[in-house]
């Protein structure tokens, strides 16, 4: 069975969703998240980890960028909130949106000491559905570099599956590093909506 296209210009993605978890609450960003962002744009481990080579980026231009988050064609870019303290920890951002084919790029990146609270996989478990349940998507599809083995474990434990690697595919500190290149599809968020090793029902 064949599917049209979903719209170039797709509405879903001009909303301003509020995705609610346990640990987290995701909205969209603005302006006003860029000083509890500042750290994470700023942090030399975070941008070697994103393969970021502007570790030191210009805060006039980074405050137009988020003044100009909402209300975007072909990307979702949501601040993740931490419930119990309301503060701002990161951000999930869906981009590279491609019509014709219903595909998604992922892409997550949380504030330095935000990492091993579930925050991070919860709040990708969140876009992620989303994307597939609201949104319409089939395909979304995302890159890990072969030095960041914790991000890989979050993405495989939401259902992302490993389609192949980019060999030698960032230049850092004069050290050529693969990119693993991950993806999930429809079917199988449908299957088992982000919990890929949870036990089928009625397993003992």
């Not at 603005?30 to 210009?58: F, I, K, V």
């Not at 064609?73 to 949106?97: C, F, H, K, P, S």
């Not at 609201?134 to 570099?145: A, N, P, Q, T």
């Amino acid at each position: 069975m064949t599917h049209a296209p979903l719209p170039a210009e797709h509405p879903g993605f001009r909303t301003d969703p509020i995705l609610d978890g346990e640990v987290v609450r995701l909205r969209c960003v603005t302006e006003s998240d860029l000083p509890a962002l500042l750290p994470m744009l700023r942090d030399p481990e975070a941008a070697r980890l994103t393969g970021s080579h502007d570790a030191d980026p210009d805060e006039s231009q980074l405050r137009d960028w988020y003044a100009g988050r909402r209300g975007q064609d072909g990307r979702l870019d949501l601040a993740v909130v931490e419930r119990t303290t309301g503060n701002v920890i990161g951000e999930a951002v869906l981009n590279e949106y491609d019509h014709h084919n219903g595909s998604c790029n992922f892409r997550i990146a949380l504030v330095p000491g935000s990492h091993g609270r579930g925050s991070g996989t919860e709040a990708t478990r969140l876009l992620v559905g989303h994307g597939f349940e609201v949104l319409g998507l089939h395909r979304i599809s995302l890159e890990v570099y072969a030095f960041n083995p914790r991000a890989r474990r979050v993405y495989e434990k939401v259902g992302f599956v490993t389609e192949g690697v980019l060999r030698e595919a960032l230049l850092w500190e004069g050290r050529r590093t693969d990119a693993a290149v991950m993806s999930i599809l429809a079917p199988e968020w449908a299957r088992h909506r982000g919990h890929p090793e949870a036990p089928a029902p009625g397993t003992p």
